[in-house]
């Protein structure tokens, strides 16, 4: 392991819990990334149910809505 991450680890043991984890977070990603795998975070997995949800609910743009956005930004 090297010398920096070594020491880093023995100072964030200091660190609060919620900063702790958002390390852990952290160095899960980097682990996904190497893997070709993503693990979703809590916070991504909240998104993906409320965009579920919206779209179990109808709430989405028509096939219209859609080009319409799609071509204002063709023109810019």
């Known amino acids: 392991m090297n010398v ?3 020491q880093m680890l023995a100072r964030a043991e200091k660190w609060s ?4 984890e958002e390390l852990a977070q952290i ?5 996904s990334r190497r893997r070709g795998v993503h693990h979703a975070t809590p916070d991504e997995l909240k998104a993906i149910d409320e965009a579920l949800a919206a779209v179990a609910n109808g709430d989405i743009a028509t096939d219209a809505e859609t080009e319409a956005v799609f071509a204002k930004f063709r023109r810019a």
């Open 27 to 31: 160095a899960l990603e980097i682990e």
């Open 4 to 6: 920096h991450l070594k």
């Open 17 to 20: 819990d919620a900063d702790q």
